[in-house]
């Protein structure tokens, strides 16, 4: 399967679908996640290539997300309290405030208590953001077009 076609049925429609039935838990896994598979599609490694996941969600943070995600990873914050306790435990760390937009009281990617607050609405909004410039980036020729095999 051509990386585009992965990016459109996998990440996209399947962020889109989390969010449009409000399954906030999944769609925070989900995104967390997804961040790391963007890294692996823009840089130029194998899809599979071992030991990245560090290299690849902060590649993707910088080069697709808004800059402020970039700045809130400094020494790698969000990959250890976001994707890793994601991926090794399915809950951020103590230190991200999950917040879901009706009950927002604070600003996005905004510091509380010593604590990232992180809205999951706009993250995921964010990921698509993110997911719609890599197809962008492969459509002008920026990124390499990847086969992703099952």
Do not use: W
């Amino acid at each position: 399967m051509k990386s585009t076609d992965f990016i459109k049925k996998f990440l996209i429609k399947e962020v889109n679908n989390l969010l449009e039935h409000q399954q906030y838990y999944p769609l925070l896994i989900y995104c967390s996640l997804g961040v790391e598979t963007l890294g692996a599609i823009i840089d130029k490694k194998p899809i599979r290539a071992k030991s990245q996941s560090k290299v690849r969600f902060a590649s993707a943070l910088y080069e697709l997300f808004p800059n402020q995600y970039a700045f809130v990873n400094k020494k790698n914050f969000l990959f250890e309290s976001l994707r890793n306790h994601s991926a090794h435990n399915l809950l951020p760390s103590q230190h991200i405030l999950i917040i879901e937009q009706p009950k927002k009281t604070v600003r996005h990617l905004s510091t509380q208590k010593n604590r990232l607050c992180l809205v999951v609405e706009e993250f995921a909004k964010d990921f698509i953001k993110a997911c719609e410039l890599c197809l962008d980036k492969i459509d002008n020729g920026e990124v390499k077009l990847k086969y992703v095999e099952f």
